[in-house]
Antibody, heavy 114, light 117 residues
Framework: QVQLVQSGAEVKKPGASVKVSCKASGYTFTSYYMHWVRQAPGQGLEWMGIINPSGGSTSYAQKFQGRVTMTRDTSTSTVYMELSSLRSEDTAVYYC???????WGQGTLVTVSS | QPVLTQPSSHSASSGASVRLTCMLSSGFSVGDFWIRWYQQKPGNPPRYLLYYHSDSNKGQGSGVPSRFSGSNDASANAGILRISGLQPEDEADYYCGTWHSNSKTVVFGGGTKLTVL
């Protein structure tokens, strides 16, 4: 079946970086764009950016420009989201979502704490 | 870029029908956008429900019951999610979202917490 499986929870210190993976299966990886969305505790959804797994092109939300990098590995059907210069406000669950429809990954909790 | 505004909460009785609104900011026309709707229950990722652009351009998510439907209210410049025959399991947060092609970004509304009485 079509599914996205994300990497496990992370705890990071302020100023560090985190790299979250999202492995796709059950469909042609390069045929669908992948989005990253985050959700802080008790808050709404916040779009971070999009990557085209075919060519690797990206577009990021202005808020994250310069701090986020999205990449993909077509050999393993995996996309990655790396967020740098972490601060406490980056504590959130991070989701990958195929084409902003279905499926979504199960979410990865990133906690930023000293 | 556009801003989507949703009421923070809404409540309705089991069996009733509800209309959840997603208002598009001034300067943008809802008829120019494809509005997507998502349902999220605590501890789970969002679930894609449907998209609506027009009566001839709309789509239901896989496995989503037909009692969930989308429309536009041009007078309010808003996308609408209608849920008929409300069931207790429909109690959840509902988000609207749209792709803004000019800025190549996605915008989400703030979400509506739906309580089923």
């Amino acid at each position: 079946q079509v599914q996205l499986v994300q990497s496990g929870a992370e705890v990071k210190k302020p100023g560090a970086s985190v790299k979250v993976s999202c492995k796709a299966s059950g469909y042609t990886f390069t045929s669908y764009y992948m989005h990253w969305v985050r959700q802080a505790p008790g808050q709404g959804l916040e779009w971070m950016g999009i990557i085209n797994p075919s060519g690797g092109s990206t577009s990021y939300a202005q808020k994250f420009q310069g701090r986020v990098t999205m990449t993909r590995d077509t050999s393993t059907s995996t996309v990655y989201m790396e967020l740098s210069s972490l601060r406490s406000e980056d504590t959130a669950v991070y989701y990958c979502a195929r084409d902003m429809t279905s499926p979504w990954g199960q979410g990865t909790l990133v906690t930023v704490s000293s | 870029q556009p801003v989507l505004t949703q009421p923070s909460s809404h409540s309705a009785s089991s069996g009733a029908s509800v209309r959840l609104t997603c208002m598009l900011s001034s300067g943008f026309s809802v008829g120019d956008f494809w509005i997507r709707w998502y349902q999220q229950k605590p501890g789970n990722p969002p679930r894609y429900l449907l998209y609506y652009h027009s009566d001839s351009n709309k789509g239901q998510g896989s496995g989503v019951p037909s009692r969930f439907s989308g429309s536009n209210d041009a007078s309010a410049n808003a996308g609408i999610l209608r849920i008929s025959g409300l069931q207790p399991e429909d109690e959840a947060d509902y988000y609207c979202g749209t792709w803004h092609s000019n800025s190549k970004t996605v915008v989400f509304g703030g979400g509506t917490k739906l309580t089923v009485l």
